[in-house]
């Protein structure tokens, strides 16, 4: 069965600082998808960055990147430059083709003024 | 527009109510999703329709009830609920099911049984 790990259930930084979010994954197959979500507290989650695990190039969308290893079955997300915005818990989750998305435990992230 | 729009926002409903959540996007995404979030936890899958045909039911007690009228619309309707089942219960679309697309969610309706 696939699984997603995140390691981090809460974490702090100062704004404007660079965090990396961590999140492993298992899986047999090689062809699959990688999503971070975003759940401020608002609690509307939203997409923030996706990646296709044929797709070497890392996927990067303004001040989120992240760092795809899929022979670690790695998939950290790297937010640069931190806003009080970006305070939220974020989601990792894995999608083989042809089967629902599963989504790992979570991290709280804190951003502090 | 990349929305989906769930009503109620808050609903408070007794055991012995009926009551119903909705749905709706206009996004032309033929997979539809319900899940239930708990405090501090990740989205439960709950039900999957795509092309408006119910396509996977995690084994949800039938005090939930799906319905999906047509591509846009998907309800859920609620009878003889248990205080166990208040929690935040998210709607969501994606172009496909089940083929890597990004899903949308709506901003989830706030159930509470009393």
């Known amino acids: 069965a696939q699984t997603v790990t995140q390691s981090q259930p809460e974490m702090s930084v100062q704004e404007a600082e660079t965090v990396t979010l961590s999140c492993t994954y298992d899986?047999?197959?090689?062809?699959?998808?990688l999503f971070w979500y975003k759940q401020p507290p608002s609690r509307q989650m939203i997409l923030v960055i996706r990646?296709?695990?044929?797709?070497?190039q890392n996927a990067t969308e303004n001040r989120f990147s992240v760092n795809f290893q899929k022979a670690a079955k790695s998939f950290s997300l790297k937010i640069s430059d931190s806003q009080l915005g970006d305070t939220a818990m974020y989601f990792c989750?894995?999608?083989?083709?042809?089967?629902?998305?599963?989504f790992g435990k979570g991290t709280r992230l804190h951003i502090l003024p | 527009d990349t929305e989906v729009t769930q009503t109620p926002k808050h609903l408070v409903m007794g055991m012995t109510n009926k009551k119903s959540l909705k749905c709706e996007q206009h996004?032309?995404?033929?997979?539809m999703y319900w899940y239930k979030q708990k405090a501090k936890k990740p989205p439960e899958l709950m039900f999957v329709?795509?092309?408006?045909?119910?396509?996977i039911n995690e084994s949800v007690p039938s005090r939930f009830s799906p319905e999906c009228p047509n591509s846009s619309l998907l309800n859920l309707h609620l009878h003889a609920l248990q205080p166990e089942d208040s929690a935040l219960y998210l709607c969501?679309?994606?172009?496909?099911?089940?083929?890597?697309?990004?899903?949308?969610f709506g901003e989830g309706s706030w159930l509470t049984v009393v």
């Open positions: 990646q296709e695990a044929y797709k070497q």
């Open positions: 899986t047999s197959e090689s062809n699959y998808y």
């Open positions: 996004m032309g995404h033929r997979a």
């Open positions: 329709y795509s092309y408006e045909k119910l396509s």
């Open positions: 989750a894995f999608q083989n083709r042809d089967d629902k998305i599963i």
């Open positions: 969501a679309s994606s172009q496909e099911a089940f083929s890597g697309n990004t899903i949308y």
